[in-house]
């Protein structure tokens, strides 16, 4: 069992350039999540969805956008990149709000 | 505001016991978790109080005060391959995980 998934590994991108980063979970979680890390700070959620069709507003939201059409994806889009937007993105999945979450093993991006 | 405080960094020997403190003021109580990240992979489930008291599991141990806002991760005989942060999250009234920003620990020989 793959558990979850994220594309792509890696990104280096030009600042105003839209990207999605993707993330795929097999266990059939119902919540999903998506998370920045950078050094020093906590997890910041980006956004959430605790089930599919539904999505919400995290603590650091502006500038991203998500989808959860069906249960096993959640992509993240940036839309106009900018350089603050450089970190280590997780995407994470519990089989309920108040589970415990399971993390992708990230996406690594570089806007310059 | 909310606020999750960990030490930075700690550093013990391979062997021994530590316990990482982790202070919380967060707006609700809805249970307190605790991860390990080995650098550069994804965070790994540890440990989950709701309650006070301790959970043991194995040679991890957390302990929870709700009337303090405090818990601690607890290791014993400690080996190489704990070397990695430890990152303290406190689920709040809105059932989002509020986390803090991670103690490295380092084991030396």
């Known amino acids: 069992t793959a558990g979850i998934t994220q594309a792509p590994t890696s990104q280096i991108l030009a600042a105003g350039r839209s990207m999605t980063l993707r993330c795929t979970q097999d266990?059939?979680?119902?919540?999903m999540y998506w998370y920045r890390q950078d050094l020093g700070l906590g997890l910041r959620l980006i956004h959430y969805?605790?089930?599919?069709?539904?999505?919400g507003k995290g603590e650091v939201p502006d500038g991203y956008s998500v989808s959860r059409a069906n249960t096993d994806d959640f992509p993240l889009t940036l839309a106009s990149a900018v350089p603050s937007q450089t970190s280590v993105y997780f995407c994470?999945?519990?089989?309920?709000?108040?589970?415990?979450?399971?993390f992708g093993p990230g996406t690594r991006l570089t806007v310059l | 505001g909310q606020n999750i405080d960990q030490p930075t960094e700690m550093t013990a020997t391979e062997g021994a016991i530590v316990q990482i403190n982790c202070t919380y003021q967060?707006?609700?109580?809805?249970?307190l978790f605790w991860y390990q990240q080995h650098a550069g992979e994804a965070p790994t489930f540890l440990s989950y109080?709701?309650l006070d008291g301790l959970e043991e599991k194995g040679r991890f141990s957390s302990f929870l005060s709700r009337s303090k806002g405090y818990s601690y991760l607890l290791l014993k005989e400690l080996q190489m391959k704990d070397s990695a942060s430890y990152l303290c999250?406190?689920?709040?009234?809105?059932?989002?995980?509020?986390w803090g920003a991670g103690t490295k620990l380092i084991i030396k020989p």
């Open positions: 266990m059939r979680h119902n919540a």
């Open positions: 999250a406190v689920r709040d009234s809105n059932y989002q995980l509020i």
């Open positions: 967060t707006s609700g109580f809805n249970g």
């Open positions: 969805s605790n089930t599919a069709g539904t999505t």
């Open positions: 994470a999945s519990s089989d309920r709000p108040s589970g415990e979450q399971f």
């Open positions: 109080n709701v």
